[in-house]
Nanobody, 122 residues
């Protein structure tokens, strides 16, 4: 098992930036592919970005390509989501998740953090 704790959310104006962090503890962090998901009120949880166990490959939702960057530091058991040029439609609770393989489906992920709120004002 792995326990995940997100941090770094907050309130930012449109066009601004935030960096989310997700710290893992417990089982070997580098054994897990990591994903970032988000969920806005009244909407389904959606995939934002993912990264393989080694960090050699990443994947992004079309809505965030070119604005968000996912990265990881296995020595620090942490995955990051750098979010630039934020838009009001990026407002949501952001979750990190872990599983053996990288996938865009939230159903596939076994381990989740508690989420961190990101609010982008216009």
């Amino acid at each position: 098992q792995v326990q995940l704790v997100e941090s770094g959310g907050g309130l930012v104006q449109a066009g601004g930036s935030l960096r989310l962090s997700c710290a893992g503890s417990g089982s070997r962090f580098s054994s897990y592919a990591m994903g970032w998901f988000r969920q806005a009120p009244g909407r389904e949880r959606e995939f934002v970005a993912g990264i393989t166990r080694s960090g050699s490959s990443t994947n992004y939702a079309d809505s965030v390509k070119g604005r968000f960057t996912i990265s990881r530091d296995n020595a620090k058991n942490t995955v990051y989501l750098q979010m630039n040029t934020l838009k009001p439609e990026d407002t949501a609770v952001y979750y990190c998740a872990a599983d053996r393989f990288l996938t865009t489906s939230h159903i596939a992920y076994a381990y989740w953090g508690q989420g961190t709120q990101v609010t982008v004002s216009s």
